[in-house]
């Protein structure tokens, strides 16, 4: 009968201890959006080049005369979750661009709000509830008129495939969240973009308070534009290859920081840049 | 404070000073330098020196932090065996709340027969402290000095074959000299009749391994117990295992009583007509950030049963909590259930005669099981089953729970219960049940030796009681009579060697649900399941009821 004890106390412990992991990550996976469960996540970025690659590709280039781009971005990203199946998602960017050089214009400077994303995700399906795959459809929307520096100023729409799953490796919880997005933007030289992502994460501690990642991204934008620009907004004929490693730190059940610093390691046609950001993520249930 | 609540506290006092924490209080209070800077007080249970262990050795160290604010470390152990050889080390994780008692459970290895040292070592920041005592294993004779080591490898991971079971039998030998050896297996039901044999004759080298391939004849869809033997002249050794081929078409060639519907619905009148009177007493606590609460409530015939429920704390306003309705084991007392998990409340139930709901019904372990087994009517079960109904309906009356959200999960007869609660009551919207005990109940007898054995002493005094009456009386209790009326889904798991709970019984009962479901098997273990089955159940859990 011991075993009999032994057994039924570690079945209900065991049971309650189960937390999936999918809940403290950031957004943009795979993972399903709990129902009433409002996501904020405020972001600043600050985007640095003074390099860029041209249609050949590598290598990276200095901008001619000693030039310089520079953009701060602040982005509020929000997800909720309407059911079961399916979350609503929104994302709305600022930027500040500026561009310096030494010979007249010296500096070309931008700001505004750029492209609205308004978005609707389905959760498709899982395996064995430790992959689980998502559907998302979403709008582009500028918000702006006429000013090639903050985008395109074409509506836009993108159909996005993204898979999680998480897990226990090196003794520690990881998961990891990879999407494929098709975006095609409806103006003239339109351009059609595959936006890929792939983050691996890992745990520090058995509380899930911290948290380090590394994630592979990139877009392949084609266009029968070839023009380039130093402003990444403006280039419709690109692509380029970004790497970035990220630290979270979980300071409440709701509230989360993320700190990440990239590089742009591959492209053509577009600014080879480092970028840094940090973003707060606040998890609200309203039911 | 209900008397409950004291006997409770009184209770779980004499158990620490039985462990040594009063002992140990002592010690603290000596020592003033100690005093200001604070410290833990560990002690373990046994604390008696060379306790006799026949296998395994279970220890818990009790750990009490006089600190002022919560601390993290190690806790580990060495066992040194003779000479001071280090024999076993492990250590775990441990997070201590100020003024908290807690005791961390170590089941230790199997060692050899002998004497054997362990020191548990706390390692906080700044502070480390260590205990040690001594035990003795006393298990099987010694074996000689030489033996010829098996090591047998199922062609399957879960001992499941479509046709034909097969597997690959490894040897190897530390005899000085090559042994002549038959090495053959034996197939029998889980009844023990023969079914198929089969021997080889080979010489075990000194040198290696050598792997035999044993492809076992067809057999009929079902489980059967198999069994590797070596032998020589001087030495044999035997190995048991299962396996089952086309688990699926498993049935029970008995079906349920007509009227078993209309008995529960009975039964379930005759609960409704008991006014529950719940009395909800919160009971201090410093563990997981969770409320407590002690549970009274009356249930069938009137019988007050208890159980606690345990909340995440939460700052939302409104928030609400999925429950788990813990049931229990066999005789099993169920306290207070915590955990870290902000989503899930717990509410442990003590059925009626079990763990702290024992005022009315306080039989002897072996009795319960039997206790007014000759009427179904007035079976111990029956009020048991009822007493799980009574859990959910108070669980109903809690506006911060989530009616639509209830487990129920336990195991051996807690899966039994959670087959039966959710057979009888179709509120719960999740079935968890590991090892389900007491299905398939007709074929039982020449299976089991528990509880036939309790039944057949109940019915020698029992004047006119038989065991056909006793099997009538049992298809009202049989897990797989349940299955069939089970709406939500529902998770089974099975060891394949398990002589409780036999995997045709179980699989006789998952065979009967008619809803979505999904059974877990392990293909080495008895009467229990692996850690796998946990994982699997919370994160379907979480996923039926949205708690991504």
């Known amino acids: 009968m011991r075993l009999l004890k032994t057994f039924t106390k570690t079945l209900l412990v065991t049971l309650t201890l189960f937390i999936g992991l999918q809940s403290r990550s950031f957004a943009d996976g795979g993972f399903p959006v709990r129902p009433g469960r409002l996501l904020l996540a405020p972001s600043v970025s600050y985007f640095f080049a003074n390099s860029a690659w041209d249609t050949t590709g590598t290598p990276a280039k200095r901008y001619p005369n000693n030039g310089k781009y520079n953009s701060v971005g602040v982005t509020f990203y929000g997800e909720y979750g309407i059911s079961r199946d399916w979350a609503a998602v929104v994302s709305l960017p600022f930027v500040y661009n500026s561009f310096t050089q030494n010979v007249a214009p010296t500096s070309t400077i931008s700001s505004g709000v750029t492209d609205l994303e308004t978005g609707i995700r389905y959760y498709l399906a899982n395996i064995n509830y430790i992959y689980y795959f998502s559907l998302q459809g979403t709008a582009i929307t500028p918000l702006y008129h006429n000013d090639p520096s903050l985008g395109y100023g074409e509506e836009g729409a993108e159909l996005k495939l993204a898979v999680s799953g998480s897990g226990n490796m090196f003794d520690r919880s990881v998961y990891f969240n990879a999407s494929d997005g098709f975006r095609q933007y409806f103006g003239t030289n339109g351009p059609w973009q595959n936006r890929y992502s792939a983050t691996f994460g890992i745990t520090l501690d058995p509380e899930f308070l911290n948290q380090v990642s590394v994630t592979g991204s990139g877009i392949f934008s084609q266009s029968t534009d070839k023009t380039f620009s130093p402003v990444l907004e403006a280039n419709k004929d690109y692509s380029f290859f970004e790497l970035s490693l990220s630290y979270g730190h979980t300071f409440t059940d709701e509230i989360s920081l993320f700190a990440t610093a990239g590089k742009f390691l591959t492209g053509y046609n577009t600014s080879a840049g480092t970028i840094f950001s940090l973003a707060f993520v606040y998890r609200l249930d309203y039911k | ?548």
């Open chain 2, 1 to 548: 404070m209900t008397n409950f609540s004291k006997k409770f506290i009184i209770i779980v006092c004499l158990v620490l000073a039985v462990s040594g924490v009063q002992r140990a209080f002592a010690q603290k209070q000596a020592s003033d330098s100690t005093k200001k800077s604070g410290r833990v007080i560990m002690s373990m249970n046994p604390e008696n020196p060379d306790t006799v262990f026949t296998a395994n050795a279970y220890f818990t160290v009790n750990l009490l932090s006089t600190f002022t604010t919560d601390r993290s470390g190690t806790l580990s152990y060495v066992i040194t065996g003779p000479g001071g050889k280090k024999v076993k080390a492990e250590s775990q994780h441990v997070k201590l709340a100020p003024t908290c008692p807690i005791g961390y459970p170590f089941s230790i290895p199997t060692l050899h027969s002998g004497t054997y040292k362990i020191g548990f070592t706390l390692s906080l920041s700044g502070y480390q402290d260590t205990i040690s005592n001594t035990f003795i294993i006393k298990g099987d004779e010694a074996r000689k000095d030489s033996v010829i080591v098996m090591t047998l490898s199922p062609h399957s991971s879960d001992g499941i074959f479509a046709t034909n079971a097969a597997y690959t039998l490894g040897v190897s030998s530390t005899f000085p000299s090559a042994q002549k050896a038959t090495l053959s297996y034996l197939v029998t039901t889980e009844a023990g009749k023969k079914v198929k044999a089969d021997s080889i004759h080979v010489s075990i080298g000194t040198v290696g391994t050598a792997n035999y391939d044993f492809n076992i004849p067809p057999v009929q869809p079902g489980f059967y117990k198999i069994s590797f033997m070596v032998n020589t002249p001087d030495y044999t050794d035997t190995i048991r295992k299962a396996f089952g081929i086309k688990p699926q078409l498993v049935r029970s060639q008995h079906g349920k009583p007509a009227d078993f519907e209309a008995f529960w619905q009975q039964a379930k009148t005759q609960l409704a007509q008991v006014k529950p009177e719940y009395k909800v007493t919160e009971i201090a606590n410093c563990r997981d950030n969770r409320r407590v609460f002690e549970i009274e409530m009356k249930s069938l015939d009137g019988l007050l049963i208890r159980g606690f429920l345990t909340e995440p704390k939460s700052h939302i306003k409104g928030k609400k909590f999925a429950v788990l309705l813990g049931l229990p084991g066999y005789q099993v007392p169920l306290g207070p259930m915590y955990g870290t998990d902000p989503d899930i409340a717990i509410f442990t139930l003590n059925i009626r005669g079990s763990g702290y709901s024992r005022d009315v019904i306080n039989v002897r372990r072996e009795s319960y099981i039997v206790l007014n087994l000759e009427d179904k009517n007035r079976y111990v079960l029956r009020g048991a089953i009822m007493d799980c109904v009574r859990a959910v309906d108070f669980i109903y009356t809690r506006p911060e729970l989530r009616h639509d959200n209830i487990i129920a999960a336990g195991g051996s007869l807690g899966g039994f219960l959670a087959l039966a609660t959710c057979g009888v009551d179709q509120r719960i919207s999740f079935c968890s049940a590991a090892n389900p005990i007491l299905c398939d109940v007709r074929n039982l007898p020449h299976e089991v030796d528990w509880p036939l054995i309790d039944i057949n002493l109940y019915i020698k005094t029992r004047p006119g009681l038989t065991m056909d009456k006793v099997m009538d009386n049992l298809d009202y209790f049989d897990g797989k009579n349940f299955a069939s009326d089970i709406k939500c889904k529902t998770l089974v798991g099975m060891g394949m060697l398990d002589n409780i709970a036999p995997p045709d019984h179980v699989y006789a009962a998952y065979n009967e649900l008619n809803t979505d479901k999904h059974i877990i098997i392990f293909r080495d273990l008895a009467h229990e399941i692996g850690k796998w089955y946990n994982v699997y159940e919370g994160r379907w859990m979480r996923d039926t009821f949205a708690l991504f």
